[in-house]
């Protein structure tokens, strides 16, 4: 499976991206896809999740600005950004976790960059 991530870029704070992540390859219909961010030093964290059947997840720092959706047909992951602060600036990176019988399997696209100016 590849993920390929688009739509990080420079924001002013207050302002608004969406991210996207597409899927290709090995598709399996029992998924989970997410958004990870990570700074210099400090680990990747959760930012928010979404499973095949729509239950989403997210962390508490986002809650209420970021929405997290997805389009199962075109196998592809939105988020949704508003109102972004300084502290969002990181690097972004999709994940797809998808299971296969008792087999897991995670799949990491490349990071995109997010830097929100105050």
């Known amino acids: 499976v590849q993920l390929q991530a688009f739509g990080g870029g420079l924001v002013q704070a207050g302002g608004s991206l969406r991210l996207s992540c597409a899927a290709s390859g090995r598709i399996f219909s029992i998924n989970t896809m997410g958004w990870y961010r990570q700074t210099p030093g400090k680990q990747r964290e959760l930012v928010a999740a979404?499973?095949?059947?729509?239950?989403?997840n997210y962390a508490d720092s986002v809650k209420g600005r970021f929405t997290i959706s997805r389009d199962s047909a075109k196998n592809t992951v939105y988020l949704q950004m508003n109102s972004l602060k300084s502290e969002d600036t990181a690097a972004y990176y999709c994940?797809?976790?998808?299971?296969?019988?008792?087999?897991?399997?995670?799949?990491w696209g490349q990071g995109t960059e997010v830097t929100v100016s105050s």
């Open positions: 979404i499973t095949s059947g729509g239950s989403t």
């Open positions: 994940k797809r976790t998808q299971w296969v019988g008792s087999l897991i399997y995670d799949y």
